[in-house]
């Protein structure tokens, strides 16, 4: 007799994590964009603006890099720290939630090329949905550590990979910015 299998694999639990943390992305957008268009007069709107006015003036390609990747390295230099907090689980989720509301409010208020802005911010999304994805595995790694008679051994091999995935999501994230930044220069000339 052939028995069914009644749990996921771990491909399966990853990417269900990555789809959940992704729509958590997607979520905040829809929230910011809500919250943007059905806003006061007179309400500040500078909230929107922190992960960069792509559209706003001409620029040189510096500064289109570093008004691309600033923000962005931000949130994801905050992941990689909320994974060292056995209670950082809430707030990585937070995190990611609130990058969707700053997409949402950018994307509502640089509309008119929304093209040219869903191929910056879609892949910088699902870089910082694995940063989190990592993040949270690591936070549970941590937690089990602190509270669990785990080798130390094997804890120091975790913090080796978890530091190198985050050196490879940071190059990845170089690389899309600088490319995105000399697509976007070029086009704007």
Known sequence: MIRKRTTLTTT???QRLFCLLFGSVLLGAALGIVMLRWQYDGVPTS???????????RSSLAALWLGSIGNILLFLMTFFLLGFSAVGQPFVWLLLLTYGVCMGGALQMQCGSGVLLLIYFVPVSALLAVASRESLRFSGKFTDYGFRDEPTDQM?????MYCARFVVLLVLLVLHTLLYSALFYAIEM
């Open 12 to 14: 399966e639990r990853k």
């Open 47 to 57: 909230w929107a603006c922190f992960l960069g006015m792509f559209l706003e003036k």
């Open 156 to 160: 120091c091999h975790q913090l080796r």
